[in-house]
């Protein structure tokens, strides 16, 4: 339903090495030392009466001489294992050892570096608290050998690894430096809202970023632009605080239908892992989706006949979604700063020529045999078991009909989450049925004042930006978050419809994404 262009470009995926602050390793005798490590954005759940599990990220805050890569050494607390961790390499479950990534290795004076994550078990006695409270944190943090204690010890051990030339001329120092961006905060559902690890709540505005469902199959590489630090610098003058990822389920999978030269299996993999974890650690908040997927359909609305996932689909398929999401989920669990959404906009609904309204409901729900559709559907239901039977915490979200524009009856036919963290995603355009504040009112609003919505694409195919204008002021006044699809730079807005950039430096198209940037600028998450 929305007006796409396929990208002409060949391109790899960015280089996604973080900027950082050229520093210098100084001999241990010359070296300043000091730390302080602290629990940041923890969020805790309960299993068991007596066990549960915890994420939260490391605050490693460098008191000392800048440095240019870490150990870091600590014991979990009594009751307390690790079971994952990102944005590192660990080893140990309770005596802990964790690495720098390489690109998140310097850290200046003064700086603190929140990249890191860390999951975990916890259990109690019978008679604790659940979980423990005040949940305990390491009292031995140790980086680079040296005990973080809050302060500086004076000369102290260097950091490993090869040591950086001594510049020729002084360079900026370390405390002028601009301090690393805090990473994106683990989010969990609370009543109707999103909410940090401190129970704040957090709107979702931002931007889709297109190409990760179409490049790869067309054998066009991975991104169809840059996927580093710069591109991301770029959406951050936009304020934008989410970034909507669509992807090729046979691409992630790596199948026959990708072609030689398209980027598929674990290269594929490894590029939305590197896209996602920087996005992360730049403080911006990733959801990874399903767009495009296997299963041949022609009925109303195909935009192909093709069984390969070259196009949208009404419905997942029950041959490959479920080992996708198995899949996606195991690659970002314990990081629940990441959000699933499950299938971007279903339409059984049409596939049935919109005469049976209960079978297409049911069929988003529970899959199987689905009027009009040729193959066997994959429904909302058994992806959300898919997703938690690998012991996943993310927040995950599921569509409406129509293109995920109906959500009269998702709250009768959402799926069951066991840890219910599930929250609903809309799409408005105006080209859609239900383009009025009446409308939302009557259909959206009684969905948002039970679950957390958010209107994961937003659009007109005007090039102007009146309607976006309306939706996102309804939505500012339910606390509903937004995101424009898309930040492409895919020519003036007229030649591909709901364009926001004509450049990957962030250069808005006029008037869409000037009106987006514009309102976009004036929000808080």
């Not at 895919?490 to 030649?495: A, E, M």
């Amino acid at each position: 339903m929305k007006q796409r262009r396929a990208a002409l470009a060949l391109c790899a995926a960015g280089a996604l090495a973080a900027a950082g602050v050229a520093v210098v390793t100084l001999p241990a005798a010359a070296a300043s030392a000091g730390c302080s490590v602290t629990y940041q954005n923890l969020s805790t759940w309960q299993s068991t009466p007596t066990s549960g599990g915890f994420t939260t990220s490391l605050a490693i805050t460098n008191l000392g001489d800048p440095i240019s890569h870490w150990t870091l050494t600590f014991t979990l607390p009594s009751g307390q294992t690790r079971s994952g961790g990102w944005n590192a390499s660990f080893t140990g479950t309770t005596a802990v050892t964790a690495t720098d990534a390489g690109w998140n290795g310097a850290i200046g004076t003064g700086t603190t570096n929140t990249s890191v994550g860390l999951q975990g078990d916890w259990t109690r006695s019978a008679s604790g608290s659940t979980p423990p409270a005040p949940f305990p944190q390491p009292s031995n943090f140790a980086l680079n050998g040296v005990a973080c204690t809050g302060s500086t010890t004076g000369p102290g051990p260097s950091s490993p690894g090869p040591s950086s030339p001594k510049p020729s001329s002084p360079g900026p120092s370390a405390s002028t430096s601009t301090p690393p961006a805090k990473a994106a905060p683990a989010l969990h559902v609370s009543g109707n809202k999103l909410v940090t690890a401190a129970g704040t709540p957090y709107r979702l505005l931002g931007v889709n970023r297109s190409s990760g469902e179409f490049a790869c199959i067309q054998g066009n590489g991975m991104w169809d632009g840059p996927a580093d630090q710069a591109s991301i610098n770029a959406m951050k003058t936009w304020n934008v605080h989410v970034v909507r990822i669509p992807l090729n389920e046979e691409c992630w999978l790596g199948t026959d239908s990708v072609p030689a030269n398209g980027t598929k299996g674990a290269a594929y993999q490894q590029a939305v892992k590197d896209y996602v974890n920087l996005l992360v650690a730049s403080g911006i908040t990733p959801i990874v989706e399903m767009h495009w997927n296997y299963g041949q359909y022609s009925g109303a609305g195909a935009g192909c006949s093709d069984v390969k996932a070259t196009c949208q689909k009404p419905m997942p398929d029950a041959q490959y979604a479920p080992t996708f999401w198995t899949q996606l989920a195991t690659a970002f669990k314990g990081n629940n700063a990441v959000v699933f959404d499950l299938f971007n906009e279903p339409y059984p609904d049409a596939a049935n020529n919109w005469t049976d309204a209960t079978a297409a409901w049911t069929c988003l729900r529970d899959g199987g045999t689905c009027t009009g559709i040729g193959y066997p559907v994959a429904g909302m239901q058994s992806l959300v078991n898919a997703v938690r039977g690998t012991g996943a915490t993310n927040v995950i979200m599921t569509a409406g009909l129509t293109w995920t524009n109906d959500m009269t009856q998702w709250l009768q036919y959402k799926p069951s989450d066991p840890l219910n963290n599930l929250a609903a995603s809309w799409h408005t355009y105006n080209f859609n049925a239900c383009v009025t504040a009446s409308c939302w009112d009557s259909q959206i609003a009684p969905v948002a004042a039970q679950v957390p919505l958010v209107a994961t694409e937003i659009g007109q195919n005007t090039c102007a930006h009146d309607y976006i204008d309306q939706v996102m002021a309804w939505a500012d006044t339910k606390g509903i978050g937004y995101l424009a699809w898309t930040w492409n730079p895919w020519g003036v807005c007229g030649s591909a419809g709901n364009v926001l950039i004509t450049d990957w430096n962030g250069t808005p198209t006029a008037t869409f994404g000037e009106g987006y940037k514009a309102h976009l600028l004036t929000q808080n998450p």
